[in-house]
């Protein structure tokens, strides 16, 4: 089993910066990548970005690209969601999840494991 934990999510002016964090523990082995969903209120969770655990390739939503990066530390087992140039739009609960197989990382159905998630807010 995985365990997963986002933190660092927060209130921010629009225009702001952003990092959220996600710490995975357990059986991380068994993880091939990693990705950010969110899911503002009286919507559908909706992709992110996603990178692969092991390699470079990384995967973003059009909505994002150009300002949101992800990266990973495989030494801390942990995925890193940096948000620039945020905007009230990107105010959600964002959700951190790891799956074992996938080819296109930004289906929903392809992920095993899940955070609890953490709170983003931009304020106008």
């Known amino acids: 089993q995985v365990q997963l934990v986002e933190s660092g999510g927060g209130l921010v002016q629009a225009g702001g910066s952003l990092r959220v964090s996600c710490a995975a523990s357990g059986r991380t082995s068994s993880i091939y990548f990693m990705g950010w969903f969110r899911q503002a209120p009286g919507k559908e969770r909706e992709f992110v970005a996603a990178i692969r655990w092991y390699g470079s390739s990384t995967n973003y939503a059009d909505s994002v690209k150009g300002r949101f990066t992800i990266s990973r530390d495989n030494a801390k087992n942990t995925v890193y969601l940096q948000m620039n140039s945020l905007k009230p739009v990107d105010t959600a609960v964002y959700y951190c999840?790891?799956?074992?197989?996938?080819?296109?990382?930004?289906?929903?159905?392809?992920?095993?494991?899940w955070g609890q998630g953490t709170q983003v807010t931009v304020s106008s």
């Open positions: 999840a790891g799956g074992r197989f996938g080819s296109t990382l930004y289906s929903i159905r392809e992920y095993d494991y």
